[in-house]
Structures are given as C-alpha cells and as structure tokens.
C-alpha cells in the first residue's frame, strides 16, 4: 500500500511538472504570435502611412531625426515598439553606397 501512494505521488508530481510546461509553451507560442503580427502591422503602416487601424489593434507613430517609432497597441492592451530609419537616412545610406 505504502509503495502505491509513492508510485502515485511520484507520477503526481511527474504530471504537475509536464502540465507547467505545456502551458508556459502555449504562453510562450501565444506571446510570440502577437509579437509577430504588432511587427507586420508596423511594417503595413510604415509603408502605407494612411493605414493605421487594423483589426488586431492600432498604430501610432513619433517621428524623430533618424528614426521613425512605431508603437502598436494591440486590443489585448499589450503594446509594442518598432523603429525604422527614416527616408532620409535611407537615401544618405544608398548615396555613402556608390
């Protein structure tokens, strides 16, 4: 009797710890999705400046001397932060390039 309740604790104890992980995988999987979609969104609204809401979430941007920021707030409330080189930078880049 004594040895089943161990075998069952031990197998308890081996489940608990399998469960943990498969919903820290999930979490992880579900995070890195958003993750991937904010960056599409930016990469959508940095390319086309009129489109800004999407049905994710939406886009606001700063636009600073060298660098465009991009910040997509997603309908989960998590928010994002892209930054992208500005036109200018890019043209100087390609002339530095020749």
Known sequence: ???ALFI???FSLLLQFYLHRQTANHRNFTLNRER???YAMALLANENSKQREFDK???QDQKGEKELIL???MK???RYQFSFPTEKVKQTGKELNK
Request: net charge positive; charged share 5%; aromatic share 6%.
């Open 76 to 78: 989960s409330g998590r």
């Open 71 to 73: 910040t997509v707030t």
């Open 1 to 3: 009797m004594l040895y």
């Open 36 to 38: 991937t979609q904010a």
């Open 8 to 10: 069952a604790a031990v």
């Open 57 to 59: 979430g939406h886009v």
